[in-house]
């Protein structure tokens, strides 16, 4: 009589993650370097393969080296025997009470996985040692149960498995049997008496499993999982029940865990890649304690493959199992089959009455489906006009932080290229110069796969985010317009996108502040750069007051002070002040900015005097320059051109030249010539009487900062920053500026 299994009790536990790192190869000591650290049996440490960087990266903290910890970790001293005794001989127990177990190695091809698993005469591998165990333990037990240990081999080599143990296998089936649950229909199943011959029989296994033509110089096993699996079936010869104990360890020596990408291959073997993760997935479902072995290489040209399998593993500390036995027995299968039968027909029962129910409501809401059709229609639209202004609301997030990276990269960028330029003067082309220039370049890379990554996202994902809303702005105008309820839609609809557009505000709000705070950093970094010329406060006031400037405020305990104006006749061209005592009360820190032409509409009037305020619209304006109208409909209808870098602007003929800059380096050159240019001749610099030598060796420097060479290629946002520092060409003449210092 066949018996059932019947879980008598479950345990959660995590899965144990242990960590091997390999010797390097004879070959590998010719050209490798060994990076990898196992420090306290625990910890793993990767090191930077790349030696020149170490000086600047480890003044910056920003080498790549790695560190992580695991349940167990061996470095390349250790045998197969150390690994197995201190991590898996205490799982192997429980094979005989009727436990499943796992022991499964993960790592990238060549890193080790089927030496640890199957190894050699002289370090047998983990299969070996564990069937060794299982014997030893049968002998130690003193009951009188008899005991069945059978081995099968077998491959599973994208998705389909193979028999190891037979010379020419076909395809095998995954089978449910209600006695032993899942099972490979066919398998050859060997009775096994002893673990001697169990490696002969493992290298016979591995001859056969199947390699991809341009690996099988390398011997390697890219593609294809082997399972060792080995089965204790246990019947307990106790005085009540006939009990039968089912026990299975798999051992696993798993596929190369490159990705698919990496395998130089396209096509089939590309499935094969995805078929690999999906086998493994497959796998963590039908295991109850697992044990991970993530085996890396220690050679730096294989920091990238350590690195991410030792990500994996360290994820995989996380995966939970559960441990139960397999317990069934002859005389209580029948019961079990009653019950199962019973707690089915319940189930049926209660399915049939919920059916039931649901015809009932559906023949009753038949009758009100028109209205509740085109009312769930339009909730469809709002919840896709919702996740469209979402996903632009996040675009515009990535594009900003795009942008705020690189503005610290040219920061840095500045600072290496003075840092250079003083090293040369001292020694040409030293150790430093070298560390320099490497780190200089990695922030060129840096900045250039920003940029890239920048355009992909305003080519691809924003103009697709744009083409959508336009689709849905039109459905639902086109819903309105056709509709008996207009002017119930209309108001519902305008309610929702209001709402819409308000999130979106919001959003540009924090940007913006973000923004004006950057703003306000350099404009302090100017305020100082000032007062370092040498002059005294005296003489900067009154310097400024000739150019009709007010500097007041300026008590040490505040800061920064705050430059007024006073509208001063016959400055025609001079700066023209606004003063909102607002703005200053609520950033009290240095704000110096030129309006571009969107000022207060009392001064295009003429009717502006010296003591007038700004609100905080204007402000932001004269920052950002959006588009006029933020009406739902303008959101909804504003068309892709109004995109700039991504977030919506107005399309003027100096966003267009910034984006030709962005485009064209030269074009950048020029302007910038353009702008030392202008600066240079600038009432800026003659209002302030400043001298010829000083301000051009701190104009330089302002110009080479980030915001300043931003100023053509930047989005509104900061492109309007730059401008109120320096103007531009298109605003010489006319152009309005307002200083708060
Ligand atoms: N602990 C070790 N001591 C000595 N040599 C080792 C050790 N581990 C692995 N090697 C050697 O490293 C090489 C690669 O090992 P192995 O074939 O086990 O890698 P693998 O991860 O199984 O590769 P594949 O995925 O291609 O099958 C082999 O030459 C093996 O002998």
């Given amino acids: 009589m066949p018996s059932i299994s019947a879980p008598v009790s479950k345990q959660t536990t995590t899965l ?246 990496e395998t130089n291959s396209g096509g089939q073997k590309l499935r094969d890649g995805a078929n690999i993760n999906r086998s493994l997935l497959a796998l963590a479902n039908c295991i109850n304690a697992l044990v991970m072995i993530a085996t890396v290489s220690p050679a730096d040209n294989q920091y990238h493959h350590t690195v991410n399998t030792l990500k994996y593993a360290d994820r995989a500390k996380e995966i939970k199992t559960h441990i139960q036995k397999n317990i069934g027995t002859v005389d209580t299968h029948v019961e079990d089959y009653q019950r199962m039968i019973d707690s089915l027909q319940i189930e049926v029962h209660r399915l049939r009455k919920e059916l039931a129910d649901k015809e009932t409501q559906l023949s ?177 006031i009154e310097m400024a007051a000739k150019q009709g400037l007010t500097i007041e405020d300026s008590s040490p305990h505040r800061g920064a002070p705050t430059i007024k104006m006073s509208h001063a006749p016959g400055h025609g061209n001079s700066p023209h002040l606004w003063c909102s005592p607002g703005f200053r009360q609520s950033y009290s820190s240095t704000s110096i900015y030129q309006n571009q032409g969107f000022g207060c509409r009392l001064c295009s009037q003429g009717k502006c005097d010296s003591a007038r305020t700004i609100c905080r619209e204007e402000h932001h304006r004269s920052y950002y320059m959006l588009a006029h109208d933020h009406s739902p409909s303008a959101y909804m209808g504003r068309s892709s051109e109004h995109w700039v870098n991504g977030r919506p602007g107005l399309c003027t003929p100096e966003s267009s030249a910034q984006d030709v800059c962005h485009s064209y380096p030269e074009a950048r050159i020029q302007s910038s010539q353009w702008n030392e240019e202008h600066t240079s001749n600038s009432a800026f610099r003659g209002d302030f009487g400043l001298q010829k030598g000083a301000w051009s060796a701190n104009r330089h420097q302002l110009l080479h900062t980030p915001m300043v060479n931003e100023s053509h290629e930047d989005t509104n946002n900061q492109g309007g920053a730059t401008r109120a520092l320096f103007g531009n060409r298109s605003s010489s003449s006319n152009t309005r500026r307002s200083y708060h210092v």
Avoid at 449 to 455: I, L, V
Wanted: include cysteine; aromatic fraction near 6%; charge should be neutral.
């Fill in 364 to 540: 009753v809401k038949s009758a009100e489906k028109p209205v509740d059709d085109e009312l769930s229609w339009l909730n469809v639209l709002s919840q896709e006009t919702s996740e469209n202004v979402q996903e632009r609301i996040n675009l515009q997030r990535a594009m900003f932080e795009l942008e705020e990276t690189n503005v610290r990269n040219r920061i840095e960028l500045q600072h290496l290229d003075d840092a250079i330029a003083k090293e040369q003067a001292i020694e040409k082309d030293g150790v430093v110069v070298q560390a320099l220039r490497s780190r200089r370049q990695d922030i060129l890379d840096n900045i250039r796969d920003n940029d890239e990554s920048a355009a992909c996202y305003q080519k691809v994902e924003i103009e697709a985010n744009e083409k959508h809303r336009c689709q849905l702005h039109r459905m639902i105008e086109e819903a309105i317009s056709n509709n008996g309820n207009r002017t119930y839609l209309r108001i519902l609809s305008q309610y929702r996108l209001l709402g819409m557009a308000n999130t979106e505000l919001q959003f540009e709000m924090a940007m913006r502040d973000q923004v004006i705070h950057t703003q306000r950093e350099s404009q302090r970094n100017l305020w100082n750069l000032i007062m370092g010329l040498g002059l005294d406060q005296k003489q900067i």
């Fill in 16 to 261: 144990s993650v242990v960590v091997k790192c390999r010797p390097l190869t004879v070959k590998e000591r010719k050209r490798s370097r060994d990076i990898v650290r196992v420090i306290d049996d625990k910890e793993v440490i990767v090191l930077d393969p790349d030696l020149s960087k170490d000086y600047l990266d480890r003044v910056q903290n920003r080498t790549k080296e790695k560190k992580y910890c695991f349940d167990y970790a061996f470095g390349p001293d250790s045998t197969n025997l150390d690994v197995y005794k201190k991590c898996i001989s205490s799982k192997i127990a429980g094979v005989i009470q009727g436990l499943n177990a796992t022991v499964f190695a993960y790592g990238s091809t060549g890193s080790g996985k089927t030496y640890t698993m199957v190894g050699t005469q002289h370090d047998p591998g983990l299969m070996v040692l564990s069937l060794h165990t299982i014997f030893d333990l049968i002998k130690q037990d003193s009951s009188s149960d008899d005991f069945d240990v059978t081995c099968s081999y077998l491959e599973v080599y994208n998705e389909v498995i193979y028999d190891l143990l037979e010379k020419s296998s076909g395809h095998l089936e995954l089978r449910e049997d209600p006695e032993q649950g899942t099972i490979v229909a066919g398998i050859r199943c060997i009775k096994v008496y002893s673990a001697d011959k169990i490696l002969e029989l493992l290298n016979l296994g591995n001859s056969r499993r199947k390699t991809e033509i341009q690996y099988l110089i390398l011997g390697s096993h890219i593609r294809s999982h082997a399972v060792l699996e080995i089965m204790v079936k246990r019947k307990q010869k106790n005085q009540y029940r006939n009990q039968v104990i089912r026990g299975k360890l798999s051992l696993v020596d798993l596929a190369g865990s490159e990705r698919a990408s």
